[in-house]
């Protein structure tokens, strides 16, 4: 964890704390986002963080590097899309030792839209900057 960013006060805070606190449009984003917070920590923060490389990729910049129709069907079963021959999971499974992330079939379509939610609200601002729940785990 970069703890060395909280160490400089000064007038970049204030600043620092508007930029990074993701404000959701509406009670409805919100809801998905907190949704998200939560299946994201019971299901993949063991292997997964947003903006830092664990087991698996820094999941920041995800809806940018693939699509939602890309994402869904590789969190229900990536072995599948990997044995499709689908080229960019191949070359990730390569890149990460052939390490097979496991299935989730449980979670449903909302339930992953929801995790990328709260992805895309973390995105960019740093574990202790913004998300002192993620930074405790
Ligand atoms: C046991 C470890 C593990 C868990 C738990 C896990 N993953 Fe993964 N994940 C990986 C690994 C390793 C990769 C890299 C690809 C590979 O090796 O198959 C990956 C790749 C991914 C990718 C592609 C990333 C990219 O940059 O293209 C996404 C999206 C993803 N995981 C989402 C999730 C979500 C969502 C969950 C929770 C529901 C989850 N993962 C749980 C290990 C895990």
């Known amino acids: 964890m ?3 960013s909280l160490g400089k006060a000064g007038m970049g805070d204030s600043l ?3 930029v990074v606190a993701y404000v959701p449009a509406n009670p409805q984003e919100a ?5 998200g917070d ?12 947003v903006n830092e490389k664990v087991v698996g990729p820094a999941l920041a910049g995800i809806t940018k590097r693939r699509s939602i129709n890309w994402i869904i069907p590789w969190v229900h079963n990536s072995a599948k899309v990997i044995a499709s021959g689908d080229e960019y999971a ?4 390569g890149d990460y030792s052939k390490q097979q992330m496991p299935a989730f ?3 449903t379509d ?3 839209k929801n ?3 709260f992805v895309s609200a973390q995105e960019g601002s740093s574990a202790t900057d913004s998300a002192p729940a993620l930074a405790v785990q």
């Open 38 to 49: 939560a299946l994201f920590k019971s299901n993949c923060a063991q292997c997964h963080a």
């Open 31 to 35: 809801a998905a986002i907190a949704a």
């Open 90 to 93: 191949v070359r990730l499974y």
């Open 2 to 4: 970069p703890i060395d």
């Open 115 to 117: 995790i990328v939610a």
């Open 105 to 107: 079939p449980n979670l």
């Open 16 to 18: 620092r704390a508007t």
């Open 110 to 112: 909302q339930n992953i």
